[in-house]
Each structure stands twice: as C-alpha cells, then as structure tokens.
C-alpha cells in the first residue's frame, strides 16, 4: 500500500523469523501421544449406558443398544419395512450364529382358542379387514411373509402360491423370492 515492505516485518499473516516454521522440520516434534490400550472406541462408552424405559408400567433398566433395538422393532412394527427388512436381516444373522453354537431347543406354548387373531394384531403380525367383526378375516403383514418365505425348506406349489398372496396385506411390498410364479 504504498510502504516499504521488507523481509523482517512483523505482522498480521507475518510472524516474527524465528517463531516461522522452518523447512523439513516436523512442527509437532514429539509426535502422536500413544493411545492407550485400555481406552474403549467412543461408541463402546456411548452404546454401554443404562436408561430406565417403562414398560407395561413396570420400571427396567436396558443398555443403550437394548433400547436401540427396541425402538428399531416399534419402527418395524409400525409398518417401516425398510426397517423391518434390516431387523430380519439382524435375526436371521443372530439366528445362524446361535445355531453354529447351541442345539436348538423347541418351547411350546398352549393358547385360548380365539386369542391367536388378538396376539397377532397386538403384535402387528397380522390387520383384521374388519374391525367391527370378531370373527373378521385377517390379512398377514408383508414382512412376516417375507420372514416365513426365508424358513421355508422347498418352494411352494403354485395353488399355495395363490393362497399366500391373496392372504397378504399389501402383496406388492412383499419382496417375492425368484422362484416365485404367481403375481400379487
């Protein structure tokens, strides 16, 4: 701006010679402070926290990840299928870890007859076409077709086939395996 600029000046965006960095030497001479090892990556500390949920008005403790897990199964149970098909991917994961490592064990449970069409809407497994009836017909939900198509040993005839679409809620949603023939 019309000053005499020299070398040595001193000022904004010119630091003094001897404070400059000076080529081919480290301006972090003692380096990285080492990690240690007994430190936990920060989503260990994050994920391993406890919270109080309440459920069924009765008070509990779950980790974090037991909460993200619950919240992600209510999301899935509301009808979020790309959150559904994540989870079963999840279950089916966890299931196939589990059979690698215990022998399987079958739990029977015996019901009230007339209370299946009640779990399974409680559940959100199955909508009841008619609310009003209680002897309404139910229509299963698209990702427990998906869940029971991935268990089934040999492919169905296509008779069945029929059945199972015509018994789907939204038949379209339902991601239908290749070898499957009949049309939603």
Known sequence: ?????HEGA?????????????????GNPA???P?????????????GQTFTIRDDGVERQVTAIELLLLKLAKRGLEGDTGVSRTLLGLIKQVREEQQASEPLTIILVSVEPGSVAGALERLRMATKLD????TARMAIEPWVVEAALERLPAPLAPYQQRIVVDATRMP???RWPQWWSEPP
């Open 35 to 47: 990690r240690s090892r007994e430190q936990k990556p920060p989503y260990e500390s994050v994920l």
């Open 172 to 174: 379209k949603k339902v």
């Open 1 to 5: 701006m019309g000053g005499l600029e």
């Open 31 to 33: 380096g990285r402070p």
């Open 10 to 26: 001193v000022g904004y965006g010119r630091p003094p010679v001897s404070s400059r960095f000076v080529k081919g030497r480290s």
């Open 131 to 134: 609310p009003y009836r209680e």
